[in-house]
């Protein structure tokens, strides 16, 4: 037994138990009692809260499952003008994070807004105000949330019909299926553990999502922890309702696992199939096919860009006065760090986790979810008192210098927050590749004398260079988005796009916020351009 | 080569470390102008101003979590409720010099805080649909009148500015009777709450409602054209008004700061504080923000000029109750189903 309690079962015991800090604090709250406030807010707002969560999240959940599943559909069965073009622009959205899409939506909608202006130029002056459909509070939210993650059910969906669309219509045509009845018979079916997977992703980020729900005024369960503990100050009640968050997430997490065990199952026996010829559309069927498509483009990606370019063109002194190659830089530092520091750790637990076969360290490996079972910005705050409690506890016992100064507000602390929030991404990617390698492959290479950390460096990590590349620009592409853990973890004089962005739209002046959004996304835009180009050679 | 490697890395990870000769801010106030004041400061002292900026509820969190190790010598953040509240956490220290008790005002200031700039929270309201009999002598507290049925807009109950200004209508009136207050004024608006201030300007421009409360800089900032022509058009359709001029006066807000308890720079603290309160750095920030100027002798911005300088302040009402009254005044509204 002795032997198992090696360096790589060790490390990713270690790692493991870092990330599941925060989620274990909040199930241990749970039963410890709480303060008046909850006993306010339960009177008043608790089910308006639960409510708003369900509702946002049902919302977005229609939305995302329509279009993803829409769009994945078209583009990968059928031929039409523009199809190769609108398979990667799909993902575009991506670049585009919730709370700039909402800044966008409530600029172009709102009294005076850019509609009005638009309506104004085409039609001379009157009062249109009246007219123009108004998207703000619930609404604002789900569609600015649904817009900017439909992509995780697009991409998914689309990768799982890529193995196996010509098959499944010629099955229906072979029974006699109508093109309708061989979609909701067939094809849906078939891509049930994708679709899954893509909406549970989509249903964690939503209930995790702040900046969204906070600029349109909306009290979510989020909000809620956010209120019970920084304002009331009660902590208990935050954990609590926290784990309530924790029990959603946690149901969506077990339901992503086990329809990826399924769609594994499905995608790996796909020897056999034949090339794919694809359905050309024409006539009616053809411009509808594209008008979809482009509805959903234009709307995703094109309306929020537009809507920061036209404002840095009319406003250009913004961009002038904001200085790009430091933001730049800051934004690029803390992308480089934290990735590689991620996809490392992801490594070495994975790796860990392989060797020693252990059952355990499998199931600690289910809190890994902890970066989204808590949103970004209670993970942020949870940070700080975590620091401050083991600096008074324990660092003040030997009476050595405090650690706080090395934690907190250190580009350090911060690398080690986004390590745990998106720790769940960094591990997922490199299990599913790991999952590709068979067993056999490390047994030769022990059998030619290979050792394990040999094995490791010269088998697994060359084996791997794709998923590192994927996953590495994943990470980067959340990274430049996120917003909470900087804003409250990062250094002084310390700005991203995102802050500065953030900071702009907090004082109203979403013009001047136009700028940093709009760098923010071309940046995040050429990452992506990257990895489709990558992934559609697969 | 490694070790130049590590070298950079250390000092990037660790570069919060401290220099001498310098003071350390923690602001929710998000101005780009402000920041151009700070650089001013550091060109007339040689004090260098580093900068954090971000929620008051998170810089305060991290402010009481960092403890005895924090760097932070001054918060500074809009809302004498938000001061207030952490002064009562015992979070300042005795930050006044005589220089600055001369110069503000007592009721926009405390022994471990005070007041750099002012703001009104006022009524906006449609000279076409609102008659000048409606708006004479008009008070916050005639709002309540069922004749505004359905004509009010007000942001939502979470706002701070609008638990400011119910903590000073129940430190003149009363708990119970602002509570009845909040009850018709639900009734009285014209939609549920949404938007920040400007929505609530827009809104009245644009016929949803009569009578908008909103501070008073949000309006300047509209009718400064900073915003695109349409905003300063829709302002125009609007008239400010200042309510409560034959009693205790229009309901007054601060922006300011205070040094905190274990600032490590206490002295640069003081200086920036004295700097912000000098004309120069005065007619900085109110030519910039919109705000009104703390100290006596500088003139507020042309914008705001416009809009009533002779106004009557309320100067008896202390800021300091906005705290005071903060928690009061969110059951209020609760109760009140203020969304």
Known sequence: MGKKFNFWYISSLLISIMVAIPIVTVLLSFFEPTGDYYTILKNTFLTDYIYNSIFLLLGVLFLTFVIGVGCAYVVSFYTFPGVNFFKWSLILSFAVPAYIYAYSLNAFFENYGTAFTILNNLFGEGNYNAHIPKFDGILGAIIAISFSLFAYVYVLTRASFHYQSQNLIELGKNLGFSKKKSFFKIILPSARPAIVAGLSLVAMETLSDFGSVSFFGISTLTTGIYNAWISFDDLTLANRLSSYLLIFILGLFILENVSRRKAQFHTSSKGGFKSKSLIKLNGYKSFFAFTFCLIIFIISFLFP??????????????????????????????????????????????????????????????????????????????????????????????????????????ILGLVLVYFIRFYSLANNGIKSGYEKINYSIDESAYLLGYSKFKTFKNVHIPYLKNSILLISILLTIEIIKELPITLILRPFNFETFATKAYLFASQDLLEAAAAPSLLLIVIASFFILITSRHTLKE | MKKIIVIILTSILLNNFAIANEVNVFSSRHYESDIELYKKFTNQTGIKVNVISGKDEALQKRIIEEGTNSKADLYITSDAGNIAIFDSKGMFQNSMSPTIEKLVPSNFRNKNWVGITKRARILFYSPERVVNDDLKNLNYEDLANPKW????????????????????????????????????IVKNMARDPKGNDRAQILAVAAGEADIAIANTYYYALMLSGNKGLEQQIAAKKVLPFFPNQNNRGTHMNISGGGILKYAPNKDSAIKLIEFLLTKEAQQ???????????????????????????????????????????????????????K
């Open chain 1, 305 to 410: 860009v537009s809507q920061m370019l036209y404002w840095t063109i009319i406003f250009p002194q913004h961009l002038a006065n904001l200085n790009v190659g430091k933001l730049f830089f800051n934004t690029m530092l803390l992308v480089s760090l934290s990735s590689c520091l991620l996809i490392a750790l992801a490594f070495i637990s994975n790796y860990g986790n392989r060797v020693s076969k252990s059952k355990f360290l499998k199931m600690l490996n289910i809190f890994s979810i902890s970066g989204y079972a808590i949103p970004g910005i209670i993970l942020a705050v949870a940070f700080i008192t975590f620091i401050s409690w083991f600096d008074n506890q324990i660092i003040n016992h030997f009476e050595i210098q405090s650690i706080k100064p090395f934690f907190i507000g250190s």
């Open chain 2, 149 to 184: 049925k359905g004509r009010i807009v007000i942001r939502q109950s979470n706002n701070i500015y609008n638990q400011s200004l119910i903590a000073s209508l129940i430190f003149n009136n009363g708990k119970e009777t602002t509570g009845e207050w909040a009850k018709s």
């Open chain 2, 284 to 338: 900085h920030l109110v030519n910039n923000t919109y705000e009104y100027p703390m100290i006596e002798g500088v003139e507020p911005h042309e914008l705001l000029k416009k809009m009533g300088t002779k106004f009557k302040q309320d100067l008896t009402t202390d800021v300091a109750s906005y705290g005071q009254y903060q928690s009061d005044a969110l059951e209020i509204m609760l109760n009140a189903k203020w």
